[in-house]
């Protein structure tokens, strides 16, 4: 089991900056993946980023440059920087954790996603 809890969303107007947090913490396990995605009303759940238990990070395309994760050990805890945001990244954003190694961290697929917070929403107005 592992517990996955988001905050730091809210609202910023377009080129703001917010920072995203997500602590997974177990007793017994360290995740091998964390990894954010995001989901708006009407569309599929997509992928953002994801750091590997090595520290390897992916990022989405559509984030590169302007997301930039980062780690606090001591509190096992994953940030989620955001700069430069624009109106289309508006949605729910989930952090998740996975125990399994795979190519799916690599690849920000939520296949080996196994344990998920409820989501942090972020609003971003025109």
């Known amino acids: 089991q592992v517990d996955v809890v988001e905050s730091g969303g809210g609202s910023v107007e377009t080129g703001g900056s917010l920072r995203l947090s997500c602590e997974a913490s177990s007793d017994t396990y360290d995740p091998y993946c964390i990894g954010w995605f995001r989901q708006i009303p009407g569309n599929k759940r997509e992928g953002v980023a994801t750091?590997?238990?090595?520290?390897?990070?992916q990022y989405a395309a559509s984030v590169k440059g302007r997301f930039t994760l980062a780690r606090d050990y001591a509190k096992k805890t994953v940030y989620l920087q955001m700069n430069s945001l624009k109106p289309e990244d508006t949605a729910t954003y989930y952090c998740?954790?996975?125990?399994?190694?795979?190519?799916?961290?690599?690849?920000?697929?939520?296949?080996?996603?196994?344990?998920w917070g409820k989501g942090t929403l972020v609003t971003i107005s025109s």
């Open positions: 750091i590997r238990r090595d520290d390897l990070t």
């Open positions: 998740a954790a996975g125990l399994s190694t795979g190519t799916y961290c690599d690849t920000i697929s939520s296949t080996g996603m196994q344990f």
